[in-house]
């Protein structure tokens, strides 16, 4: 999946998915609740696997599976509260509730990192630029400046560097010799790179940058559908507030876990925050459908 | 004035108020999130600074120009794992453009740096890990332009300090809570990686600060940015 077509949950406004993320990543950090948890990182890993080509996410798999166990089974060893001893190490007990507690800060740690590398695949750093621009418009405008310096600087680094190799300066592969013509190329991008901002000032100011009335260019534009979609978010959001505010889904690992909150409240909130956990994996899925449905027609 | 009103509101009541907030309400997990709060809270001072005050183009395009680098240089030396100029650079730009600059870059270079790396709760610990950096660099310049050990020393505990600064954020993370033995274990896990920031901080630093220094003066000079009395 993913890959030919334009992500569908990316198409919405960046004030909805800056919203919808920090919704989603504030909730799983905040409750201390194995379901809430558990649905966090199912939604995430399945959001992720629709985003990712298939490869890149089994890689990631593959990074994330160890740390899971680390982070699970870690946890008995730092920690040795809890009342049902298990067994001993070292004369230190190792408590059922440690087990317990550190399966379930692994499921929160690796599904906080997925929603981030969701987030990542989404939020791209041109429309981080558009939210922050009104807040701080200057920052932003420097921010953008250096993210366009970037590729610009390295090609001119591959430049500097070919030059200096075809004068066979530092050509071994000795590590002093690719430190020291790694410093000598970046040195002479320094030099470069200064003379031209300062070119650059000049030529921003003589164009009267920081005038009054200055206009700015914006390829977003707030349809329908994003409103629908932010409001919905926020009020999943909101039902699962009140009902972990309410205290209803409080669960507690120490001494002894306790039973998992099922009255109706809970499972309220439950419901609430899988649908908004599962709502941009539903809309990729479904416009995967639309697509291939279309491409069959042709 | 205003500037800084808000500068001392941002620390003397929004931060103390995160960290109740954060202990009376959230029972657990308070740890990390407070962490994050504040780290964050602390850079919104320099950047409320830097939007309010007269910054020329000039200013800002050195300080975008300078953050590129510290990010760029990530990938001039990628052939050296660990082995990364950014820290250097930050603390560079806090010795010659002074204590705005220098913070301003280490934030701006976690920041976009992560664009490409992958943002995560980690971002703001870096930013401010590495802001500070360039702002204490900004406070003993003096000292750090005059003497080569004391520049090395710097880069040295520099190094140390980012790591340890992560390694608080990964506990927390890790635990909820400050356990300090996990604490313990994750600093010797990172000791290989501790030394090889220590010592690239103070090899970029001795052999970027003269030549790069003299660079950013002369371009002060020329174009009379970043001058006290102008």
Not at chain 2, 164 to 191: E, K, P, Q
């Amino acid at each position: 999946m993913g890959g030919g077509r334009i992500k569908a949950f990316g198409n919405y406004h960046p004030i909805v998915l800056f919203t919808y993320f920090v919704s989603v990543i504030v909730t799983v950090m905040f409750s201390v609740n194995p379901v809430i948890a558990g649905c966090a990182l199912i939604g995430g890993v399945s959001f992720c696997a629709v985003l990712q080509k298939g490869r890149v996410f089994l890689q990631s798999m593959a990074f994330y599976l160890p740390l899971f166990l680390i982070i699970a089974l870690t946890n008995p060893l730092f920690s040795h509260n809890g009342a049902t001893e298990l067994f001993f190490l070292n004369g230190r007990a190792v408590t059922l509730e440690s087990i317990l507690y550190g399966i379930n800060m692994a499921v929160m740690l690796v599904a906080v990192i997925y929603w981030c590398k969701c987030y990542n695949e989404i939020v791209t750093s041109d429309k981080f630029l558009y939210l922050f621009g009104r807040i701080i418009p200057k920052l932003s405008l420097v921010l953008s400046m250096a993210i366009r310096f970037i590729p610009l600087f390295k090609a001119q680094m591959k430049k500097i560097s070919r030059a200096q190799k075809a004068m066979g300066l530092y050509s071994s592969d000795r590590f002093g010799d690719r430190l020291r013509s790694g410093i000598r190329v970046f040195s002479a991008l320094v030099t470069w790179s200064l003379e031209n901002a300062a070119e650059t000032g000049n030529s921003m100011r003589a164009r009267g940058y920081g005038l009054k009335g200055r206009s700015s260019y914006s390829v977003f534009r707030f349809r329908k559908g994003d409103g629908i979609l932010i409001g919905v978010s926020l009020a999943l959001l909101a039902a699962v507030f009140i009902g972990t505010g309410l205290g209803k889904t409080d669960f507690d690992f120490y001494p002894e876990t306790t039973k998992i909150p099922c009255s109706p409240v809970a499972i309220i909130t439950y419901i609430s925050f899988g649908i908004l956990a599962f709502l941009p994996f539903f809309l990729e899925v479904k416009e995967e459908f639309k697509w291939k449905y279309y491409i069959s027609k042709i | 004035m205003g500037k800084k009103i808000l500068k001392y509101f941002i620390i003397l009541a929004c931060i103390p108020a995160v960290i109740f907030l954060g202990a009376f309400i959230f029972s657990e997990k308070q740890y990390a999130w407070v962490s994050i709060a504040v780290a964050l809270l602390s850079c919104v001072p320099f950047f409320a600074a830097f939007e309010k005050g007269r910054s020329g183009t000039q200013k800002m395009i050195i300080l975008a120009v300078m953050t590129a680098l510290s990010v760029v240089g990530r990938f001039a030396f990628s052939f050296l794992p660990h082995f990364k100029p950014v820290t250097a650079i930050v603390v560079i730009c806090g010795m010659y453009l002074g204590g705005e600059a220098g913070f301003l870059c280490g934030a701006l270079s976690a920041l976009i740096s992560n664009f490409m790396f992958g943002q995560g709760p980690w971002t703001p610990f870096q930013m401010f890990a590495w802001g500070i950096l360039g702002l204490i660099a900004a406070l003993l310049s003096k000292l750090l332009k005059k003497s080569k050990i004391v520049l090395c020393i710097y880069g040295v505990l520099a190094g140390a300090f980012y790591s340890v600064i992560m390694d608080v954020w990964s506990t927390l993370w890790a635990d909820g809570t400050f356990n300090i033995l996990r604490f313990g274990a994750n600093l010797v896990s990172a000791f290989p990686v501790t030394i090889i920031y220590m010592a690239s901080n103070a090899v970029f630093l001795l052999l970027l600060a003269k030549p790069m220094g003299n660079k950013l003066e002369r371009i002060t000079v020329k174009y009379g940015i970043y001058q006290k009395k102008a």
